[in-house]
Nanobody, 123 residues
């Protein structure tokens, strides 16, 4: 069974940087496209971006493009979300998700989800 564990969340100030990590266990990591999502209280879950299995392609939501970078280390079974120039509106619970043998471009194809890590950006 696939398990995902996020880490790295916390409280930062506007303009700061933060890096989230997500470790996958239970299956071969390189079989999964990986995505990052976030959800604020009272709002729908939003896709932040994703990365293909090989790491050759990434995509991002317009709201984070140019500030966030997704990368992966298949040797460490880990995907990262590097966040720069954080804004108060980036405050949310951040989740990683895994898409088996897909390209990660469709939110509905993500089968496995982590428990989430809280990111709070103060102004």
């Amino acid at each position: 069974q696939v398990q995902l564990a996020e880490s790295g969340g916390g409280l930062v100030q506007a303009g700061d940087s933060l890096r989230l990590s997500c470790a996958l266990s239970g299956r071969t990591f390189s079989y999964y496209a990986m995505g990052w999502f976030r959800q604020c209280p009272g709002k729908e879950r939003e896709c932040v971006g994703g990365i293909r299995r090989s790491g050759s392609n990434t995509y991002y939501a317009d709201s984070v493009k140019g500030r966030f970078t997704i990368s992966r280390d298949n040797a460490k079974n880990t995907v990262y979300l590097q966040m720069h120039s954080l804004k108060p509106e980036d405050t949310a619970v951040y989740y990683c998700a895994a898409d088996y043998m897909g390209d990660g471009s469709r939110s509905r194809n993500y089968e496995y989800w982590g428990q989430g890590t809280q990111v709070t950006v103060s102004s």
